[in-house]
């Protein structure tokens, strides 16, 4: 931290706590002691709807905190991690019809006249102990097989983008409920006084953004408070909005002028004895505390060299998938509940084998960087990180089918995720699939209980952790959702 | 002359904890609020109105079911006898197997909660309806023995239950603190220096009222009610689904703005936006209003099912029409029957069925407007369009006289067309284009000029992979006509043969490739027009000449081929010269023969004919219609014979002005989203777990009778329902709408839960004020601005909002209103109150949304790429000070300074705010360039306006945001801060600059730099000030 800085938050807790002429009252000193301001602790009962504070905590929870990167586009389970060998004669042959079973598919492909089977062109070997089938994409997450649980059965009824990422993070297709992260902030609020629970990264792919859509709902309150929202720590200008103080202000400035501000509202809560006024004191405070915390939370020049080598070159570039993995694992250390690190383009409808090995470039690294950072650090074993997308993609090929080359369009029946950490057995593969990938044929683990074993790993019932909001006690999982103890460690 | 008389407090915990439901016991339980929800809450998940997950048989939403007897021979509820009453057992029940609600639930009952329904069961177990549910009933207006102060009857309310509780009102706020509450809440605007002044000189009774009348008179004051409206109906400038492209339905928003300002009726203004189009011989604004139930989130993903989103956006305008008007949560009818209210499936489908029937299409199309739409031309543009129509028909007419004048004869008639020549035009030869811009692998070096086997050319030699040199943004491109063909010359080294070479050329576009050799990856298998494969490499060690039809690698005719890249994979080669091959134009003399034409266009067409004469001249001769014949003649007199066509030119050149006169008047017509009916309507059926796919019985468009009867020779649509919505009779929609009202002045409605006034919603703190309000309202036609009037001018809001120690305690969210309103203000208000008071604010009432500052690189990382709402451009000028109301809101990425302050973000209806208090914000008071820019203006406007000293200064400050003067003690912080920042400021002069270049509006240059920064930092610290963004 810069000296000065340092100087100053010392000063204004001693103005705080010490020297304050006519003294600040205790309701405003029990505030500021309050590390939980952000986002409260527990749902504070001042919210319309919070539910009863401490039943939903049922479990003693393993997990502390999530890391979740979050691969946007749904990334294809044929080609990283559900192997099928037995698909090679398949190749160009038609999906039987008895597979498909006439479940719906998207109008992308539902008027093609043929479903040509696309078997992968990656080769795929055995790691670990298990002797795991990874894809060849993924040389560096094939070392890691030993730490994580591989889910080859999950699934999901949405078929597009929008309203499958949306009930993956919300619960529900349709817009409206709190994301998981804002169920955990408000269910556990925040460990860190300074940052906030849930905060949102996102990555750049070679050096821009591009497709398919996110949405602020992704990462929305829904109908809890607003406060419960993540933030978004960014690349580029502030990390957090409106963090630097203006051109021209130095921090001296800002310290005398919120100094006479806390005196000046003191004055006023005297006269008319708002408690408000109180917590909006403790609030400016806890934003100029921001001011100084979050660039040193983004400052990563005293990382070890080793460190920052296991992530790869692109972990100096801010806003790579690279940086962002550090910089959840430094978030996750200081204490924030659920970091969601985003990143697209894994929509490949064609092209497939090209841009899926452009992305397993960029994210298979870092991934495996986080988990064996966290390890070291022992912090492994009391954080969740979850991987994967919204969707899996189709065994049968969209568009024009070579030997080199093919696409694949949505596929919500199966598809492929992992987690590790906090709560989950280790090097396992949980759920089985058919031969073409196409239909779960063992332990199938849809999004709803992905969500519950998720907040059961932070020690909440998620069927108790509700919110009445119009009547109703919503929840993460909606009136779905089983724990899935297989997976639990 | 309001003041209530004072009160001495003899007040006592005990008995004020106390207060809710235990008081004195002598009524009977009343079932509606003291039974239902607790049957409700606890027990109607399984034994409620919802039959298909009922369990045991129990049902306990109805007396005649709930006391019959059981399967296991039991009887829930015996009345008169709670020893006889299972259900009791069944609640104390030890077995955690027989204990009810079942443990697994999380569900509890208090023994209070028992023994009250013990109490009941012994009173008889009489049960009633919800309250919300029956029709309101004229109460008797409380006469308190009181001498406090009351305005109206809604003080005889309140009093009333102040004095069961023995609380006592505060006293009238001082004139400062009531002129800016009513100004903010009446406008979102606080109130100027003049008008506070003109308020305090006026001595007459009638001061206040004054102030009420001439605020209602306002055009703010539509402004900003119409944007508490915006919220319920979900009002937002992009479509919010997937792409998230924009889409204008702001003349809707405009319409909101013009109907709270007219005061237009809240009937009428209910009928029209849910069924304005049905309405006989609808007005144009009567459409507009339909826009509310145009404002939901739409998709045009690619791969949705059309099936699916007509149900969705039905479901979502059941939903939002329930909450709005009825505060029903009908969407959990849309899977199963509803667990507390008595609203069924099928009930759910009927509403839905109102709203299945729209001509919309499922998919958007990402378009701006998608159908149906409306232009909405304002007076001024109708006019001059129709003008303009005139002038269009006036000189059409001409043409005809014209070309009736003309006697032509086609005198080589018979011939027939020789052999056309055609003309090598070069593009360029050893120079690029004018504008051309060079770039290739190793950029602009990529171009390297030599003298090669007698030419010059540029060479190159490439690595194995694609290697290129290329240019873009020719000035003068080439235009691409039927036929043409494009050519460039390359010599490659026998030497070092390229695996591959390929030509790629630019339209706007580079998908248009022709490869010799080996195909290299580009086209990914693809044998297309963005990738032909032309064959074997060509022969080394001479000039060849690579040509290929402009059409074959898509160049359509009218293309602009503005870019060359030459490609190659390894060996060594040298480019020259680029051209196009076109057919040479028809002579004059054949030109004027109308046979001899239309073989010449037959050889050759051009972009340029329009599309209906190209399609008769593709018409054999013998096949061409009646009527065919002669506008192709006309087409060619006017247009091509060099002998007719200059008697048309400058009539021909006037029309075609008046055209382009009338598209530019067109496009400058904004249009708006609304509703439309199909002719053959949709049929509507109960939809199993609310699945698109699992459809069950038809149903046809229904109001829930138990509600309100339907309207006797109402029609069965949207406007039939509407007009059941406000028939006097309708024990809901007043109610709900007074509750809004009340919570947009008090913070709090009467209703907690504004948007559920069902069973599980909270029972209203003053039922018979409630009442009493929702007849009020309806008695005076629905008169809006005379409701408002009435809650400000009530003595209950004009009470000091002081907070004792006491009050605190007892009433913390002052439910009772012991106290005046005391909240945080709305994210719009308190950035339009920093515009007002700095004197930023441009007052323009409607238009387009306007995109003031935002951080940079808020959208990109999250829009899809193709989406036009990717990028984000910020206005200039006057657009950056509108009010808030009309910042364009991006559904995906709303704008931050809003939702910070809790904006919701108008993806669902929404009709009360939360009201956060978090560190986000202090950091936009703090560092947001908009409030920064805003405190540098007010410091104009306080060393200019606010006097000469420094104290004068701060009490013009304190005046123009506060409505008040600065206490002695304040003066003298503000003052000796100030004084500290102009040492700093003296000391950095530099600073003081950058700090006072905030924003983009222009400084005042004749005041000194570094007192301008320091006035700057004060206002600024006002700005910051929790008064400032407080209502009090």
């Known amino acids: 931290m810069n000296p000065l800085r340092e100087a100053q938050l010392v000063e204004t807790r001693r103005h705080f706590f010490g020297r304050a002429a006519g003294g600040i009252g205790t309701a405003a000193l029990a505030s500021l002691l309050n590390p939980n301001l952000f986002g409260a602790t527990a749902p504070s009962t001042e919210e319309l709807g919070a539910q009863d504070l401490e039943r939903y905590k049922k479990f003693a929870p393993k997990a502390k905190r999530v890391i979740y990167l979050f691969m946007s586009g749904a990334p294809s389970q044929l080609d990283m991690w559900d192997y099928k060998p037995q698909l090679e004669p398949w190749f160009d042959k038609d999906l039987p019809d008895s597979v498909r079973n006439g479940q719906r598919i998207t109008t992308m492909t539902s008027g093609q006249t043929r479903f040509p089977i696309a078997p992968s062109t990656f080769k795929f070997n055995r790691h670990g102990k298990n002797g795991t089938w990874v894809s060849e994409l993924l040389p560096h997450t094939a070392k890691i097989v030993d730490d994580i649980a591989l889910l080859k059965s999950v699934n999901t009824e949405a078929i597009n983008h929008d309203p499958a990422i949306t009930y993956i993070q919300t619960g529900s297709q349709l817009p409206g409920r709190p994301s998981a992260g804002a169920w955990v902030s408000y269910g556990l609020g925040s460990m860190n006084a300074n940052l906030p629970a849930f905060v949102v990264l996102h990555s750049t792919v070679n050096g821009g953004f591009g497709g398919q859509a996110l949405y602020a709902r992704l990462w929305g309150a829904g109908f809890l408070s607003t406060k419960h929202q993540g933030v978004s720590l960014r690349s580029n200008g502030d990390p957090v909005l409106y963090l630097s103080n203006p051109d021209g202000m130095s921090e001296s400035m800002r310290r005398r002028m919120l100094d006479e501000l806390a005196k000046l509202n003191h004055q006023r809560y005297q006269d008319v004895g708002d408690p408000e006024i109180q917590a909006r004191i403790a609030q400016y405070e806890m934003a100029y505390r921001m001011q100084t915390s979050v660039p040193e939370l983004t400052d990563i020049s005293g990382e070890p060299d080793s460190v920052l080598e296991s992530y790869g070159s692109d972990v100096k570039t801010p806003g790579t998938f690279a940086a962002n993995c550090l910089l959840a694992r430094r978030l996750a250390e200081r204490g924030v509940r659920f970091t969601q690190v985003f990143i697209r383009q894994w929509d490949q409808h064609g092209n497939l084998p090209n841009d899926i090995r452009r992305q397993c470039g960029i994210i298979d690294q870092p991934c495996a960087a986080l988990v064996n950072d966290l390890k070291q650090r022992g912090m492994l074993d009391d954080t969740l990180v979850i991987w994967g997308g919204e969707f899996g993609r189709t065994v049968y090929c969209q568009g024009k089918l070579t030997q080199d080359t093919y696409g694949r369009d949505h596929h919500p029946r199966c598809y492929t995720k992992w987690m590790a950490g906090g709560g989950i057995k280790p090097g396992i593969s949980y759920g089985e699939t058919d031969d073409f990938s196409y239909n779960v044929t063992k332990d199938p683990l849809h999004i709803h209980d992905l969500n519950a074993t998720i907040l059961h790993c932070l020690g909440v019932d998620h069927e108790r952790l509700t919110y009445r909001h119009q009547g109703r006690d919503f929840r993460l999982t909606d009136v779905h959702g089983h724990v899935v103890d297989k997976i639990l460690a | ?1032």
């Open chain 2, 1 to 1032: 002359m309001l003041s209530p008389k004072a009160t001495p407090y003899f007040l006592h915990c005990c008995l004020l904890t106390a207060l809710p439901l235990l008081a004195a016991r002598a009524e009977p339980v009343d079932f509606s609020k003291e039974i239902l929800p607790l049957l409700s809450d606890n027990c109607f998940g399984c034994h409620g109105p919802d039959a298909s997950n009922r369990k045991a048989g129990l049902q306990l939403d109805k007396q005649a079911q709930a006391i019959v007897k059981l399967k296991s021979g039991n009887h829930a509820i015996v009345p008169g006898e709670s020893g006889a009453s299972s259900i009791l057992e069944r609640l104390q029940s030890t077995d955690s197997d027989e204990l009810m609600p079942p443990p697994d639930s999380g569900k509890t009952v208090s023994p209070e909660e028992i023994a009250r329904i013990k109490r009941w069961i012994d009173e008889g177990a009489e049960w009633g309806g919800h309250w919300a549910f029956e029709a309101p009933k004229q109460p008797v207006v409380p006469k308190t023995p009181s001498s406090w102060n009351q305005a109206n009857q809604i003080d005889a309310f309140i009093h009333e239950s102040l004095h069961s509780a023995q609380l006592t009102p505060e006293r009238e706020a001082d004139k400062e603190t009531l002129i800016r509450r009513v100004t903010l809440d009446l406008t979102g605007l606080p109130p100027t220096v003049e008008e506070i002044d003109a308020f305090l000189a006026d001595d007459s009774g009638q001061a206040y009222e004054h102030v009420v009348d001439r605020l209602l008179r306002s055009k703010k004051y539509g402004e900003h009610m119409a944007r508490h409206w915006l919220d319920a109906a979900r009002y937002a400038d992009t479509h919010g689904l997937h792409l998230d492209n924009e889409r204008t339905i702001w003349p809707y928003r405009d319409w909101v703005i013009d109907a709270f300002n007219n005061n237009q009726p809240f009937d009428e203004f209910t009928v029209e936006q849910l069924a304005g189009d049905l309405l006989p011989e609808p007005s144009l604004e009567q459409r507009v209003a339909t826009g509310f139930n145009r404002c939901n989130v739409t998709t045009s993903e690619g791969g949705s099912i059309d099936e699916e989103y007509y149900v969705r956006y039905a479901v979502d305008r059941v939903e939002t029409t329930s909450t709005v008007w009825m505060g029903l949560t009908s969407g959990c009818a849309a899977c199963h029957d509803h667990k507390f209210d008595p609203i069924s499936q099928k009930e759910f489908y009927q509403l839905f069925s109102y709203f299945y029937s729209l001509t919309e299409k499922a998919m958007d199309g990402n378009v701006n407007l998608p159908p149906p739409s409306i232009k909405v031309p304002t007076a001024t543009q109708a006019a001059e369009k129709s003008a303009l129509d005139q002038e269009l028909k006036d000189v059409r007419n001409k043409v005809t006289a014209i070309y009736k004048s003309i006697d032509y004869k086609d005198a080589r008639a018979g011939e027939t067309l020789g052999e056309l020549a055609s003309k090598d035009t070069v593009w360029f030869d050893d120079a690029l284009p004018k504008g051309a811009k060079r770039d290739g692998n190793e950029g602009i070096d990529s171009w390297k000029s030599v003298n090669h086997a007698g030419r010059k050319a540029f060479v190159r030699t490439a690595s194995e992979s694609l290697s290129q040199h290329f240019f873009t943004g020719a000035k003068e491109p080439l235009e691409i006509s039927q036929g043409d063909k494009l050519y460039t010359y390359v010599f490659l080294d026998p030497n070092n043969r390229p695996k591959t070479i390929q030509l790629q050329f630019n339209d706007g576009s580079w998908e248009h490739r022709a490869y010799w050799g080996a195909d290299r990856g580009h086209g990914n298998g693809r044998n297309n027009a963005s990738n032909l494969k032309m064959g074997r490499v060509p022969k080394t060690g001479e000039w060849i000449r690579l040509e290929v039809a402009a059409d074959a690698i898509g160049l359509k005719p009218g293309a602009k081929v503005n870019g060359l890249a030459f490609t190659q994979f390894g060996g060594t080669a040298y480019w020259d010269k680029a051209g196009i091959v076109t057919i040479a134009p028809l002579p004059e003399d054949q030109l004027a023969s109308f046979a001899l034409w239309q073989q010449y266009r037959a050889k050759t067409k051009v972009p340029t004919l329009p599309k209906e004469i190209q399609k008769i001249l593709d018409t054999k001769h013998d096949e061409r219609k009646d009527g065919q014949t002669s506008k192709l003649t006309e087409y060619y007199l006017k247009h091509i014979n060099p002998k007719t066509k200059p008697a048309f030119d400058d009539t021909l050149k006037r029309e075609g002005k008046l055209k382009s006169s009338l598209e530019t008047l067109n496009k400058a017509i904004p249009a708006t989203l609304v509703m439309e009916e199909r002719k053959e309507p949709r049929q509507a059926h109960i939809l199993e777990r609310g699945e698109y796919t699992l459809k069950r019985d038809k149903v046809e468009s229904r109001v829930p009778e138990w509600i309100a009867p339907p309207v006797e020779g109402a029609p069965k649509n949207r406007l039939g329902l509407a007009q059941w919505l406000v028939a006097p009779n309708h024990p809901l929609t007043a109610r709900v709408t007074v509750n809004r009202y009340w919570q947009q002045l008090f913070g709090t409605g009467l209703v907690k839960t504004a948007g559920d006034f069902g069973v599980q919603g909270e029972h209203p703190s003053h039922p018979e004020l409630l009442d009493w309000l929702a007849l009020e309202f309806i008695e005076s036609g629905w008169n809006v601005k005379g409701f408002f009037k009435m809650l400000a001018m009530s003595s209950t809001y004009r009470q000091s909002s002081r907070v004792t120690p006491e009050k605190l305690e007892i009433d913390p969210e002052n439910r009772l209103l012991a106290r005046g309103p005391r909240f945080r203000l709305d994210a719009e208000i308190i950035r339009d109150q920093a515009l007002a008071v700095s004197g930023l604010l441009v007052e323009k009432t409607g238009g387009s949304s306007v995109k003031p500052y935002q951080p940079a690189g808020l959208w990109k990382p999250v829009a899809f790429g193709g989406s036009n709402t990717q990028a984000f451009v910020q206005d200039k000028g006057d657009k950056l000070y509108r009010r808030s109301m009309y910042t364009f809101w991006k559904r995906t990425s709303p704008p931050p300074a809003m939702t910070t302050f809790d904006a919701p973000d108008r993806e669902t209806c929404q009709v009360s705010r939360a009201r956060t208090n978090t560190p986000l914000q202090a950091l936009v008071l703090m560092n947001d360039v908009q409030f920064i820019e805003a405190a540098r203006k007010f410091a104009e406007r306080v060393m200019k306006e606010g006097g000469q000293t420094a104290d004068e200064r701060i009490a013009f400050a304190y005046r123009a945001i506060l409505s008040r003067r600065p206490t002695d003690n304040e003066r003298a912080t503000v003052r000796s801060l100030l004084q500290e920042h102009l040492k700093d400021f003296k000391a950095h002069p530099e600073e003081a600059k950058k700090f006072l270049a905030a924003g983009e509006s222009p400084r005042d240059e004749q005041l000194e730099v570094t007192e301008h920064a320091a006035w700057s930092m004060i206002t600024h610290l006002v700005f910051n000030l929790s008064e400032t963004v407080t209502k009090g």
